[in-house]
């Protein structure tokens, strides 16, 4: 089995992981902490992270040599989202599963727990000016749906795990005010499932109880 990982994970999401994998008849939960433990020792071990300076997937890994991918709070940051993932679906397996923590929210430190939605605020030109690597793209979750079914993915499921208690249209950019963009959605858990027959059905993985925020209208 090859994974992609990173050690900043809690172990607590790795548990639940485990329970999805074990669940599926491929791994024991003993086996894969063992295969955890010597990665994080640097022993070799059937985890294996790789690091590349352009993230070209397809040339860092063999085609169709991937079953499992995990990603905390990466996809915000990939400014060609539609590459990225058709990267993925080269080097991922038929029945591939990818779990992909997805922070939607502003990165900003000093803005972030006042007014999460702030990168949504500007119009396209504006917040282009200020580019700089890394800036979160500003996709929103049925964007990332899209773009998993337009490259051979299935059962996408997209299951909240922070929310405003308003989503607050007002004073948004233009293209995020329509509903679809489910502004009160502020991080999201992504599973999917590349079409193939080699796993059953992906359902949500329940890393962490969803966390609600005051309204920050005032």
């Known amino acids: 089995m090859s994974w992609v990982t990173q050690r900043s994970v809690s172990d607590s999401l790795y548990e639940a992981l485990f329970s999805q994998i074990t669940a599926a008849g491929e791994m024991s939960a003993d086996q894969m902490r063992g295969e955890l433990a010597r990665t994080r020792k640097g022993d070799p071990s059937r985890i294996n992270s790789v690091v590349t300076q352009d993230f070209d997937l397809a040339s860092a890994f063999v085609e169709d040599s991937i079953d499992l991918v995990f990603s905390s709070r990466a996809f915000e940051h990939f400014d060609n989202i539609d590459a990225t993932v058709s ?7 038929p029945g591939a599963i990818i779990v ?3 922070d939607l929210q502003t990165h900003s430190r000093w803005i972030k727990h006042k007014d999460p939605n702030n990168i949504y605020r500007y119009p396209r030109w504006l917040y282009d ?5 890394e800036q979160p793209n500003r996709l929103r979750p049925r964007d990332y749906a899209e773009v998993f079914e337009r490259h051979g993915w299935t059962d996408i499921v997209l299951e909240p795990v922070k929310q ?6 007002d004073a948004l950019s233009t293209e995020f005010m329509d509903a679809s963009n489910q502004m009160d959605q502020l991080s999201v858990v992504l599973c999917a499932r590349k079409k193939g027959d080699q796993y059953g059905k992906v359902s949500a993985i329940p890393l962490v109880e969803e966390e609600r925020l005051p309204d920050v209208s005032s």
């Open 164 to 169: 405003l208690d308003d989503g607050r249209t």
């Open 100 to 102: 992909a923590l997805i």
């Open 87 to 93: 990267g993925l679906s080269i080097v991922c397996r």
């Open 129 to 133: 000016l200020f580019w700089f690597r």
